[in-house]
């Protein structure tokens, strides 16, 4: 792994390595709280075990970006890690934007979507959560149900008044499971 990386540097795609034998300095592990060798931190990402050049490098073009976080997030939840999830997003509450890549992917399987959906009640009325009002109004009209039922039920729990009209829009949807969780997140929202 130290080879894939050096040559990560070398091509430019990691801009700094530093690399520490915990043998030698365990209290770096215990500061950073590793677990497991190798093991590896780009931006928010911490990987641990081995990972191919390819995997190495593709994680390194997407660290930092919505995009590698919400297939971190969906990695670990994937992993049953929701807790470090929920870590990561109590310590940056701007990384929930990368959760909602998780709920919009109607190929994620229920273990996962479910873990999501957790996470997004963990922020229910949040100033983090109303942030992403427009993104889960795109969510409630995507093509699978699945997906604008999540999009619904989240759209509720921002407690925001501006998710009505979202909401009164899925009232005529073609799935019935969409205009129940649509009516259910209104009334919620009346009460809120």
Known sequence: ?????????KRGI?????VVNLEL????????GVRSVPWL???????????SRDELSDWAGKADTETGMADYFHLLLKEGQMARVLVMLHADPSQLAAVLPVIGNPEASLNVRLGAGVLIEE????????ALLPRLAELSVHPDARVRADACHT???????AARA???????????DVREIA?????????A
């Open 1 to 9: 792994m130290l080879d894939a990386l050096s040559d990560l540097v």
């Open 166 to 176: 979202t909401l009164q829009a899925r009232l005529g949807d073609t799935d019935a």
């Open 123 to 130: 922020f229910a009325q949040s100033a983090a959560l109303r």
């Open 155 to 161: 759209l509720g729990l921002t407690g925001e008044a």
């Open 41 to 51: 931190k780009l931006g928010a990402i911490e990987l641990a075990g081995l990972h």
């Open 183 to 191: 009516a259910d997140s209104l009334e919620a929202l009346a009460q």
């Open 14 to 18: 990691i801009g700094k390595l530093e």
């Open 25 to 32: 300095h365990p209290e770096v592990g215990q500061t950073l």
